[in-house]
């Protein structure tokens, strides 16, 4: 079983190791001579306004509390999808209920205008 | 199995401790649902490990630690929302000052 | 030549380390959003876990759901809140002491009763082959636990209607 | 005729509504009240007259059995009480007398009260409103079907006799400048006698109708006198005697009460504080005929299983009779005051009464109680002529007084009542003085007057009974006692006339005395004529058709002896001698008596007559055997309560508690305040002041809580 998931973790080693290479060679192999241009945001010349930390609009956590729940979903549904030729026949209806729970959760947040994206 | 039982209660006792902790010490409310996560995933680690060691034929385990995660993810999103409603009603989400039950 | 059991261990105690040190990390950062992003390794170590324990099934939804998508819903909270990332704040309260002496206390008595308990472990030949496939998780999760399962389609209709009432910009 | 019976709850009910309307309405407008008790009378009498000819034209059945009516009243356990009109011979009788006399005293009241003059009475129209509550008693208690309503009535009587006697208690002396503040204080003493001297006599009468209604059950009189019941009653004892006696003797002593019998006479003289028609209403038509109505009515009470010995009811009516008749007679000789002569006369004629009843004759008493009624209240009417005459001439003389009597101007000794201050006016009062002399020989008993006709049936009805057993029984004592009363009544007349009428004026009021108007002279025609003529109702040589009238009404119970008297010339002789010769002997004892002479009475009788004129000192008895007693035992009382017993006790018991209550409030607010409640509510206070702290409010202490005390049952759990 461990094998299984060998290949990622090998995977996992080598996807952090490379970039961790390639940036401790050029840390290495940089020159240090640090002046206010270089140490400007954006060295096109453009002058940052404000802090770097900006408050996000409420909308994007109702789009992201959007996808929490229907990823939930997905997750609840894969077992269902993946037994469906073994399932009784009651199966289905229950999973359309589910699915019709939560169409109605989608169809509130439609009406609610909580999907324009403004 | 090559790790003992033990050895998995202790390190998610340890987790749930932590979480604990940080429900228990931190600040800011965000932080506390931070620590109930752990608490909650330290849960989750008991129910998966219980269910391999003593009960592996029963899928209960598993079961239940799904349902946690959904519940975990629902209880997410209704407590950030609170958090958020709370930050706007009063420009804070530091959970002292979120004292409306206070004498 | 390292046994299957060594490559456990040593794979237990990696994981460990990340899970432990990331929670450590979600409970002591300064910076809320290093706490987030914190957690995150935490729940990853989970998923490792979750693998390292067979159930890949598991892993694969704590790294979808958890990982995936309520860590990112807690880093929209956060910088939804303004400031609370930028000031270097202390993040601990003033009972943070009392708590750290309990919680102490609680680890301590856990691992105590913990120990003493008599695990009724299951014999080797059954912890051997817990081939448990998604096809089961779904024939129980339809056929058992059916009323959990709409119950959960519920739970979740109601925290999106109640989140979006009170998370929305008025 | 026969719907006028339908009309009987009119009778009594004209007047009651009058005195409602008086009361309630119109007592701002005095004329108008007194016309409206004058209608309220007059319809009375319309209505009852029609009730008295559609009873005599009813024949024998209607007169025994009458007419009825029934209302029930009062729920009394499993029975109910019923109070009813009922009318036959002996009600009719008293129907043609009643409101008549009533009416004509009302009319009289009119003028007697100074209706639109300055002197006014300033409640004439209460005056009128009383006199029409009082009319209404006296008719219910005629039409009384049971002795329920006619206890009723009979109380309505005794309140109003107290309101009307002393009704002068409140009169204003801005008007009247002559009442002065003894006499005001005498009429509220009279008032209270009369209610109190009738009010024993009152309970006694409820005491025998309550004993009736416990052997009975019923208080109806016709189911009273069914044979069956009598002899129940008969059979029962009470007291060693039959009950039927104690019942008899009980209803007896309220007679004797109402009807002013020796020995409780003594308020009916006292009533003349009243203004004089209600002396007349009182002496004529209401309240003491009411006492003999009542005997009347209930005789076959009396009259069962009489006997001397065992059952002596009727035995001592007659007694009591003769007693108040010679007691009556000799009183009024000594009397000064016009209206008290009367007073005792109405008295001793009482008596008479008393003794015909107490002869088992219902007929001749109520004969005698008609008669009297009409001629006594001419007597007393005319006798408010005189006062009035009298009063008029004192406020003639002190405006323009002639020279030689000018130092009596301010005579404080006048008094308008007084008859040794009268004299000579029949000059003065040619129209009051013949009715007067109407009325006196009717009084007295001269044929062929009223009163001859129904003295001399009493006297005949005993003297026959006498000759029937000759022995010494209450027939011989009805026979002497009434034919001795006949000498004293007109002995006692003859002097009132001398004084009154006859001889010179020996005051200067009597000189200047002048004539009453013909508002109150023509109510004393009218009733002079029917003392003249009254008699001849129950005449014997007419049939004696009034003893028919009602003599049947008791036929039923077979127990009254319904022959009709027969015209006895030895009694009648004897009496009519007798009354000559007094009526002479007065007359010319007093013919020339002088103003501060010793009058002649008193020349001859000496000590006697001081008695007499004390009134056999009955009054200053009565002050000390039983006022002064009640006075120092009520003393005793107040003292027993008030100063040695009673109240000290209470006093003390009150010190006692009110120390102990003010340990118990120190206690109270040093210990159970202080430090029961307060401190009570201090340590709450306190520890909610440092408990609040727990709630903070932060959820994390509170999860610090819930994880510590999950820590401590665990560590319970696994230690212990």
Redesign the interface.
């Known amino acids: 079983?461990?094998s299984?998931?060998a290949f990622?973790?090998v995977l996992i080693v080598f996807a952090s190791l490379l970039p961790i290479a390639g940036l401790g060679f050029a840390w290495l192999v940089r020159p240090k001579k640090p002046n206010p241009i270089k140490k400007s945001t954006y060295e096109c010349g453009l002058e940052t306004i404000g802090?770097t930390?900006?408050?996000?609009?409420?909308?994007?956590?109702?789009f992201?509390?959007?996808?929490?729940?229907f990823?939930?979903?997905?997750?609840?549904l894969?077992?269902?999808?993946?037994?469906?030729d073994?399932?009784p026949a009651y199966?289905l209806i229950?999973?359309v209920?589910?699915i019709a729970?939560?169409a109605?959760?989608l169809v509130?947040?439609w009406r609610?205008d909580?999907l324009r994206w403004s | 199995m090559g790790i003992p039982l033990y050895w998995w209660l202790a390190v998610a006792a340890a987790l749930f401790c932590l979480g604990l902790y940080g429900a228990l010490s931190r600040k800011n409310a965000i932080g506390v649902l931070l620590g109930i996560e752990l608490m909650l995933n330290a849960v989750n680690i008991n129910l998966v490990v219980f269910w391999r060691y003593i009960t592996p034929q029963a899928l209960t385990g598993q079961i239940f630690a799904m349902f946690v995660i959904g519940i975990a993810a629902a209880e997410a999103a209704a407590g950030l929302a609170i958090i958020i409603a709370a930050y706007r009603q009063r420009d804070t989400v530091v959970v002292d000052e979120l004292d409306m039950m206070h004498w | 030549m390292l046994t299957n059991q060594m490559v456990q261990i040593l794979v237990f105690v990696i994981l460990t380390i990340m899970t432990l040190g990331g929670g450590l990390g979600v409970v002591s950062s300064r910076n809320l959003f290093h706490s987030a992003l914190f957690l995150v390794l935490s729940l990853v170590g989970v998923v490792g876990y979750y693998a390292l324990l067979d159930a890949g099934f598991l892993a694969v939804v704590q790294l979808l759901i958890y990982v995936g998508a309520i860590a990112v819903l807690i880093l929209f909270a956060i910088m939804l809140s303004r400031g609370l990332m930028a000031r270097r704040q202390h993040q601990r309260n003033e009972q943070w002491w009392i708590a750290a002496l309990v919680v102490l206390l609680v680890f301590v008595v856990l691992l105590v009763v913990l120990g003493q308990v008599d695990w009724p472990v299951a014999d080797e030949q059954a912890l051997l082959s817990p081939n448990v496939s998604v096809g089961q998780l779904g024939q129980v999760l339809l056929g058992p636990y059916m009323i959990p399962f709409e119950v959960i389609s519920v739970l979740l209709l109601a925290a999106l209607v109640g989140a979006i009432i009170l998370a929305r910009e008025t | 005729m026969g719907f006028f019976f339908n009309l009987t709850p009119f009778v009594p009910l004209f007047p009651l509504l009058a005195f409602a309307v008086i009361i309630l309405f119109t007592h701002r407008n005095n004329r108008l009240s007194s016309n409206i008790a004058i209608g309220g009378i007059t319809l009375s009498t319309v209505i009852a007259w029609g009730i008295v000819a559609a009873t005599i034209a009813g024949g024998e059945r209607t007169r025994t059995e009458g007419w009825q009516l029934s209302i029930p009243w009062l729920p009394a356990g499993t029975s109910v009480l019923d109070i009813g009109l009922a009318v036959d011979g002996l009600s009719a009788a008293m129907l043609f007398m009643v409101p008549f006399v009533c009416l004509m005293i009302f009319i009289y009241s009119q003028g007697y009260m100074n209706l639109g003059k300055a002197n006014q009475d300033p409640r004439y129209a209460r005056f009128f409103a009383y006199m029409s509550l009082f009319a209404a008693g006296m008719l219910g208690l005629v039409v009384a079907r049971d002795l329920l309503f006619a206890f009723i009535s009979w109380e309505v009587m005794g309140l109003c006799s107290y309101l009307l006697i002393g009704f002068w208690s409140f009169r204003n002396r801005n008007t009247e400048d002559h009442i002065d503040e003894a006499q005001v204080d005498r009429a509220k003493k009279a008032g209270l006698k009369a209610f109190i001297t009738t009010g024993i006599g009152d309970v006694l009468l409820l005491a025998g109708i309550a004993l009736l209604y416990s052997y009975t059950g019923t208080l109806t009189f016709r189911e009273l006198f069914q044979p069956e019941t009598l002899a129940a009653l008969q059979q029962q004892t009470l007291l060693g005697m039959p009950a039927v006696t104690v019942i008899a003797l009980l209803i007896f002593g309220g007679a004797v009460g109402k009807s002013a019998q020796f020995p409780l006479h003594v308020w009916l003289p006292d009533a003349m504080e009243g203004p004089t028609p209600v002396s007349a209403l009182i002496h004529a038509a209401t309240m003491v005929a009411a006492g003999v109505y009542l005997v009347a009515r209930t005789m076959p009470l009396f009259i069962a299983g009489f006997d001397y010995t065992s059952a002596p009811a009727l035995y001592w009516v007659a007694i009591i009779g003769a007693i108040t008749v010679l007691l009556g007679a000799t009183i009024g000789l000594a009397q000064d005051d016009i209206k008290r002569v009367l007073a005792y006369s109405t008295i001793s004629q009482l008596g008479y009464r008393m003794m015909g009843l107490g002869l088992g004759g219902v007929v001749v008493g109520i004969v005698h109680l008609l008669t009297h009624a009409f001629f006594k209240a001419l007597l007393f009417l005319g006798a408010g002529s005189v006062i009035h005459g009298m009063e008029h001439g004192h406020h003639a003389m002190s405006h323009h007084a002639p020279g030689d009597l000018a130092e009596s101007r301010e005579d404080e000794s006048f008094n308008a009542n007084d008859m040794k201050q009268m004299g000579g006016l029949r000059h003065r009062m040619p129209r009051t003085v013949w009715p007067y002399l109407f009325g006196t020989l009717a009084l007295v008993g001269l044929a062929p007057f009223a009163g001859f006709w129904s003295k001399d049936e009493i006297l005949g009805e005993a003297f026959v009974g006498w000759q029937h057993t000759l022995a010494i029984d209450h027939h011989l004592l009805v026979w002497l006692a009434g034919t001795v009363g006949v000498f004293l009544t007109a002995l006692y007349m003859g002097r009132q006339l001398a004084l009154v009428f006859w001889g010179r004026p020996r005051h200067q009021a009597a000189a200047q005395a002048h004539e009453s108007p013909n508002s109150r002279t023509v109510p004393l025609m009218i009733l002079a004529g029917f003392a003249l003529v009254g008699g001849f109702a129950n005449a014997p040589f007419l049939g004696s058709p009034l003893h028919h009238f009602m003599a049947d009404i008791h036929q039923a119970s077979h127990l009254v002896n319904v022959a009709a008297t027969e015209f006895n010339f030895v009694v009648a002789g004897m009496s009519t001698i007798l009354a000559v010769t007094g009526l002479l002997a007065g007359w010319l004892l007093y013919r020339n008596y002088q103003a501060g002479q010793v009058e002649p009475f008193k020349r001859y009788l000496g000590p006697v007559f001081t008695v007499l004129e004390r009134k056999y000192y009955i009054d200053e008895f009565y002050q000390l055997a039983i006022v002064q007693p009640v006075v120092w035992l009520a003393d005793q009382v107040f003292n027993f309560d008030y100063r040695w017993v009673i109240d000290p006790f209470v006093n003390l018991v009150a010190a006692i508690g009110r120390w102990a209550a003010d340990i118990s409030g120190v206690f109270d607010s040093v210990a159970i305040d202080t430090f029961l409640v307060e401190g009570v509510a201090r340590a709450f206070n306190a520890a909610g002041r440092w408990l609040r702290y727990t709630q903070t409010g932060r959820v994390q202490n509170y999860l610090l809580v819930v994880v510590v005390t999950v820590l401590m049952l665990v560590g319970l759990y696994l230690y212990l």
Not at chain 1, 53 to 62: G, K, N, S, T
Not at chain 1, 71 to 76: K, L
């Open positions: 079983m461990l299984e998931f990622v973790g802090g930390w900006v408050q996000f609009r409420a909308q994007y956590y109702i992201a509390l959007m996808f929490v729940v990823d939930v979903e997905a997750v609840f894969l077992p269902w999808a993946v037994a469906y073994q399932l199966a229950e999973a209920i589910f729970i939560l109605l959760a509130y947040a609610k909580a």
